[in-house]
């Protein structure tokens, strides 16, 4: 039985490569791709009760209906590729890249004292 830890190895290799098109969730503090009619979601969470914090990952059809998911605490045997994933993703979505570039291009181009 396929589940959606099996795809967390080509999830990260994708997104690595830049191949999946990562967008801030609307609702929440997660980040989406969407692929043959599903979306796919990472997110980080913290439980305050048990002081533990983790990424869980889910794969969703197109009506909203949670097909799969996987919760991995720092404990959790993917627990280090997801996160790779969420600070990947979390970059992507956000142009991370693009506004440290911009920001170097600014203070280069600052005047001297």
């Known amino acids: 039985m396929s589940t959606i830890e099996d795809l967390i190895p080509k999830i990260l290799t994708s997104t690595e ?8 969730v609307k609702l929440g503090s997660g980040f989406e791709f969407n692929i043959e009619e599903n979306t ?8 305050q009760d048990s002081s533990t914090s983790g ?9 909203g209906v949670t097909l799969d998911s996987y919760v991995a605490d720092e404990y ?5 590729d997801l996160v790779k994933i969420y600070r ?8 991370v890249d693009s506004v440290i570039d911009a920001i170097g291009r600014a ?3 600052l005047p001297p004292f």
């Open 76 to 80: 959790g045997p993917q627990y280090r």
């Open 88 to 95: 990947a993703a979390r970059r992507q979505a956000l142009g």
């Open 40 to 47: 796919v979601t990472v997110w980080e969470w913290f439980d």
């Open 107 to 109: 203070l280069d181009e």
């Open 17 to 24: 490569a830049h191949q999946l098109k990562w967008a801030q």
């Open 55 to 63: 990424y869980s990952i889910a794969l969703k059809r197109s009506d």
